[in-house]
Protein backbone atom coordinates (compact mmCIF):
# COMPACT_ATOMS: atom_id res chain seq x y z
CA UNK A 1 0.00 0.00 0.00
CA UNK A 2 2.52 2.50 1.02
CA UNK A 3 4.97 1.69 -2.41
CA UNK A 4 2.83 0.48 -4.56
CA UNK A 5 4.65 -2.68 -5.24
CA UNK A 6 6.22 -5.54 -3.19
CA UNK A 7 9.85 -5.49 -3.92
CA UNK A 8 10.97 -4.96 -0.67
CA UNK A 9 15.14 -4.74 -0.68
CA UNK A 10 16.90 -7.29 0.97
CA UNK A 11 18.47 -5.20 3.50
CA UNK A 12 15.05 -3.14 3.95
CA UNK A 13 16.62 -1.33 7.27
CA UNK A 14 12.69 -0.60 9.04
CA UNK A 15 12.06 -4.46 8.83
CA UNK A 16 15.28 -6.33 8.17
CA UNK A 17 13.47 -9.69 8.84
CA UNK A 18 10.77 -8.73 5.77
CA UNK A 19 13.49 -8.48 3.15
CA UNK A 20 14.73 -11.60 4.27
CA UNK A 21 11.21 -13.49 4.31
CA UNK A 22 10.63 -12.12 0.65
CA UNK A 23 14.21 -13.05 -0.45
CA UNK A 24 13.32 -16.48 1.35
CA UNK A 25 9.94 -17.18 -0.33
CA UNK A 26 11.56 -16.26 -4.06
CA UNK A 27 13.90 -18.82 -3.43
CA UNK A 28 11.64 -21.68 -2.32
CA UNK A 29 9.59 -20.73 -5.24
CA UNK A 30 12.28 -21.17 -7.44
CA UNK A 31 13.17 -24.34 -6.07
CA UNK A 32 9.83 -25.96 -6.28
CA UNK A 33 9.45 -26.00 -2.44
CA UNK A 34 6.58 -23.15 -2.24
CA UNK A 35 2.98 -24.17 -1.51
CA UNK A 36 1.01 -23.27 -4.87
CA UNK A 37 -1.99 -21.62 -2.16
CA UNK A 38 0.62 -19.32 -0.68
CA UNK A 39 2.07 -18.79 -4.64
CA UNK A 40 -1.11 -17.50 -5.80
CA UNK A 41 -2.13 -15.74 -2.61
CA UNK A 42 1.16 -13.85 -3.46
CA UNK A 43 0.38 -13.15 -6.97
CA UNK A 44 -2.93 -11.70 -5.98
CA UNK A 45 -0.88 -9.00 -4.24
CA UNK A 46 1.13 -8.71 -7.25
CA UNK A 47 4.43 -10.01 -6.10
CA UNK A 48 7.14 -10.48 -8.86
CA UNK A 49 8.87 -13.93 -8.54
CA UNK A 50 11.80 -12.38 -10.39
CA UNK A 51 13.89 -9.99 -8.24
CA UNK A 52 13.49 -6.27 -9.01
CA UNK A 53 17.47 -6.10 -10.67
CA UNK A 54 17.07 -8.74 -12.61
CA UNK A 55 14.04 -7.46 -14.39
CA UNK A 56 15.69 -4.35 -14.88
CA UNK A 57 18.80 -5.86 -16.00
CA UNK A 58 16.46 -8.17 -18.40
CA UNK A 59 15.12 -4.78 -20.04
CA UNK A 60 18.39 -3.04 -20.12
CA UNK A 61 19.82 -5.90 -21.93
CA UNK A 62 16.62 -5.60 -24.49
CA UNK A 63 17.34 -2.44 -24.95
CA UNK A 64 21.10 -2.77 -25.52
CA UNK A 65 20.24 -5.41 -28.34
CA UNK A 66 18.02 -3.28 -30.27
CA UNK A 67 20.35 -0.43 -29.98
CA UNK A 68 23.13 -2.73 -31.16
CA UNK A 69 20.40 -3.87 -33.90
CA UNK A 70 20.33 -0.48 -35.20
CA UNK A 71 23.98 1.24 -34.81
CA UNK A 72 26.16 -2.02 -35.08
CA UNK A 73 27.78 -1.43 -32.05
CA UNK A 74 27.17 -1.17 -28.05
CA UNK A 75 28.85 1.81 -27.31
CA UNK A 76 25.89 3.39 -26.09
CA UNK A 77 25.67 7.50 -25.82
CA UNK A 78 22.84 9.54 -24.87
CA UNK A 79 22.99 11.49 -27.83
CA UNK A 80 22.20 8.24 -30.15
CA UNK A 81 19.46 6.45 -27.94
CA UNK A 82 18.08 9.24 -25.65
CA UNK A 83 17.50 6.67 -23.10
CA UNK A 84 18.86 7.84 -19.77
CA UNK A 85 18.28 5.41 -17.85
CA UNK A 86 20.69 2.76 -20.25
CA UNK A 87 23.06 5.27 -20.11
CA UNK A 88 23.23 5.09 -16.41
CA UNK A 89 23.00 1.41 -15.84
CA UNK A 90 26.09 1.08 -18.63
CA UNK A 91 28.05 2.96 -16.53
CA UNK A 92 26.85 1.39 -13.39
CA UNK A 93 27.74 -2.02 -14.73
CA UNK A 94 31.08 -0.91 -15.49
CA UNK A 95 32.27 0.39 -12.48
CA UNK A 96 30.63 -3.03 -11.06
CA UNK A 97 33.00 -5.13 -13.19
CA UNK A 98 36.04 -2.85 -11.79
CA UNK A 99 35.27 -3.69 -8.72
CA UNK A 100 35.03 -7.20 -9.31
CA UNK A 101 31.18 -7.35 -8.19
CA UNK A 102 30.07 -8.09 -11.92
CA UNK A 103 28.57 -12.12 -11.79
CA UNK A 104 30.45 -14.02 -14.09
CA UNK A 105 27.07 -15.09 -16.08
CA UNK A 106 26.44 -11.38 -16.92
CA UNK A 107 29.96 -10.61 -17.84
CA UNK A 108 30.14 -13.47 -20.42
CA UNK A 109 26.76 -12.79 -21.51
CA UNK A 110 27.21 -9.08 -21.90
CA UNK A 111 30.85 -9.31 -23.42
CA UNK A 112 29.56 -11.59 -26.47
CA UNK A 113 27.19 -9.20 -26.95
CA UNK A 114 30.15 -6.67 -27.61
CA UNK A 115 29.44 -4.29 -24.95
CA UNK A 116 32.61 -1.48 -24.06
CA UNK A 117 34.16 -2.25 -20.94
CA UNK A 118 36.62 0.51 -21.19
CA UNK A 119 35.21 3.49 -23.57
CA UNK A 120 37.91 5.88 -22.85
CA UNK A 121 40.80 3.35 -23.66
CA UNK A 122 38.48 2.05 -27.00
CA UNK A 123 38.32 5.95 -27.98
CA UNK A 124 41.64 6.28 -27.53
CA UNK A 125 42.39 3.09 -29.65
CA UNK A 126 40.00 4.29 -32.25
CA UNK A 127 41.44 8.08 -32.64
CA UNK A 128 44.87 6.97 -32.60
CA UNK A 129 44.17 4.82 -35.59
CA UNK A 130 42.51 7.43 -37.56
CA UNK A 131 45.57 9.60 -36.78
CA UNK A 132 47.62 7.27 -38.20
CA UNK A 133 45.43 6.68 -41.16
CA UNK A 134 45.29 10.86 -41.85
CA UNK A 135 49.39 10.92 -41.00
CA UNK A 136 49.70 8.32 -44.10
CA UNK A 137 47.50 10.50 -46.03
CA UNK A 138 49.18 13.81 -45.37
CA UNK A 139 51.80 13.40 -44.49
CA UNK A 140 51.74 14.81 -41.04
CA UNK A 141 49.85 15.02 -37.91
CA UNK A 142 48.01 18.50 -38.19
CA UNK A 143 44.51 17.69 -38.93
CA UNK A 144 42.52 21.29 -39.13
CA UNK A 145 40.46 21.88 -36.52
CA UNK A 146 36.74 20.92 -37.49
CA UNK A 147 37.80 18.55 -39.93
CA UNK A 148 34.53 18.16 -41.86
CA UNK A 149 35.65 14.84 -42.72
CA UNK A 150 36.63 13.55 -38.78
CA UNK A 151 35.58 16.76 -36.17
CA UNK A 152 35.50 14.12 -33.58
CA UNK A 153 39.50 13.25 -34.20
CA UNK A 154 40.47 16.96 -34.69
CA UNK A 155 38.87 17.34 -30.91
CA UNK A 156 40.63 14.31 -29.62
CA UNK A 157 44.12 16.21 -30.78
CA UNK A 158 43.15 19.15 -29.08
CA UNK A 159 42.39 17.11 -25.74
CA UNK A 160 45.57 15.25 -26.35
CA UNK A 161 47.83 18.80 -25.98
CA UNK A 162 45.85 19.92 -23.28
CA UNK A 163 46.10 16.59 -21.47
CA UNK A 164 49.75 16.55 -22.31
CA UNK A 165 50.11 20.38 -20.92
CA UNK A 166 48.69 19.53 -18.04
CA UNK A 167 50.63 16.39 -17.68
CA UNK A 168 47.94 14.01 -17.52
CA UNK A 169 49.06 12.21 -20.15
CA UNK A 170 50.85 8.79 -19.07
CA UNK A 171 54.68 8.36 -20.57
CA UNK A 172 53.52 5.16 -23.15
CA UNK A 173 50.66 7.69 -24.48
CA UNK A 174 53.27 10.62 -25.04
CA UNK A 175 55.58 7.96 -26.38
CA UNK A 176 53.01 6.22 -28.64
CA UNK A 177 52.21 9.80 -30.68
CA UNK A 178 55.32 10.85 -30.79
CA UNK A 179 56.25 7.54 -32.77
CA UNK A 180 53.78 8.81 -35.41
CA UNK A 181 55.47 12.77 -35.67
CA UNK A 182 52.28 14.21 -33.22
CA UNK A 183 52.78 18.10 -33.02
CA UNK A 184 52.45 18.96 -29.87
CA UNK A 185 52.60 22.75 -30.37
CA UNK A 186 49.68 23.79 -33.13
CA UNK A 187 51.16 23.90 -36.78
CA UNK A 188 55.02 22.94 -35.12
CA UNK A 189 55.31 19.97 -37.72
CA UNK A 190 54.25 22.15 -40.70
CA UNK A 191 56.55 25.30 -39.77
CA UNK A 192 59.19 22.75 -39.57
CA UNK A 193 58.70 21.05 -42.71
CA UNK A 194 58.38 24.32 -44.60
CA UNK A 195 61.27 25.52 -42.91
CA UNK A 196 63.29 22.40 -43.91
CA UNK A 197 61.99 23.31 -47.64
CA UNK A 198 63.03 26.76 -47.28
CA UNK A 199 66.60 25.71 -46.67
CA UNK A 200 66.75 23.52 -49.03
CA UNK A 201 66.07 26.14 -51.37
CA UNK A 202 68.12 28.65 -50.31
CA UNK A 203 71.22 26.56 -51.12
CA UNK A 204 69.50 25.71 -54.53
CA UNK A 205 68.85 29.07 -55.28
CA UNK A 206 71.04 31.50 -52.81
CA UNK A 207 67.71 33.36 -51.81
CA UNK A 208 65.02 32.79 -49.72
CA UNK A 209 62.75 35.51 -51.96
CA UNK A 210 60.65 32.82 -53.89
CA UNK A 211 59.13 33.55 -57.17
CA UNK A 212 55.63 34.29 -57.35
CA UNK A 213 55.23 32.55 -60.81
CA UNK A 214 56.94 29.47 -59.77
CA UNK A 215 54.96 26.64 -59.90
CA UNK A 216 57.02 23.70 -57.94
CA UNK A 217 57.52 26.31 -55.01
CA UNK A 218 54.17 27.73 -54.61
CA UNK A 219 53.30 26.11 -51.55
CA UNK A 220 56.62 27.16 -50.01
CA UNK A 221 55.93 30.95 -51.18
CA UNK A 222 52.40 31.01 -50.05
CA UNK A 223 54.18 29.85 -46.68
CA UNK A 224 57.08 32.68 -46.58
CA UNK A 225 54.01 35.52 -47.68
CA UNK A 226 52.12 34.27 -45.09
Known sequence: KKYGHCDVPDKYAP???????????????KEGKLDRKKARRLEELGFMWIFAYQRKRDRMVAALREFKKRHDHCNVSYRQCGNRELVV???NLRNRRQKGKLSNEDFKELDRLGIVWEPMEQQRQNMYSALVEYQKQHGHCNVPDQWSENRPLASWIGRMRFLKK???LTEAQVRKLNKIGFAWVRFQQQ???????????WKAHGTCSVSPTSKTYGRLRRWVDS
Not at 15 to 29: D, F, H, I, Y
Not at 191 to 201: D, E, P, V
Request: no cysteine; proline share 0%.
Open 89 to 91: WLH
Open 15 to 29: NTSLGAWVRNLRVQK
Open 166 to 168: RKQ
Open 191 to 201: WNTMYSALSKY
